[in-house]
């Protein structure tokens, strides 16, 4: 039986502007980072140390995985990640230079904004209205 995700893999351009980009920016914390082998580095970041999911950001090795770097999603939302302050997490990214679709506001059951990393790809912040 499937119990749950617990990684998701974004193609990315250069490992270490994308580990600086989350890191930094998103304020993700590095989970994992070995190098198996010469040209193979592992390495996962997530919102919180101890999240079940973890995203995996590997770098495109191949003509066909760079062309999905920033559009895995089709243009769509690839992951929507959860807040319990949506206004101060709001202002906090885009200080720090997250590039973002508009401000928040209500949406079904909450209130969310589109974002992008820096290679493009979609994301949502959402907060449930309780």
């Known amino acids: 039986m499937i119990t749950s995700a617990i990684q998701v893999t974004i193609f990315v351009r250069d490992l270490d502007e994308a580990k600086a980009y989350y890191t930094e920016k998103l304020g993700f914390h590095v989970v994992a980072e070995e190098e198996f082998a010469p040209g193979w580095r592992y390495l996962t970041v997530a ?3 101890h999240n079940e999911l973890v995203l995996e950001l590997t770098e495109a090795d191949t003509p066909e995985r760079e062309e999905l770097i920033g559009k895995q999603a ?8 959860a807040s319990n302050d949506i206004d101060q997490d709001y202002q906090d990214l885009k200080a720090r230079g997250v590039v973002f679709h508009g401000e928040p506001k209500p949406v079904p059951g909450g209130r969310g904004v589109g974002f992008e990393d820096l290679y493009g790809n979609q994301f949502d ?4 209205l309780r």
């Open 47 to 49: 919102p919180q140390k």
């Open 74 to 81: 089709a243009d769509q939302v690839l992951i929507m990640f």
């Open 125 to 128: 912040l959402y907060q449930v």
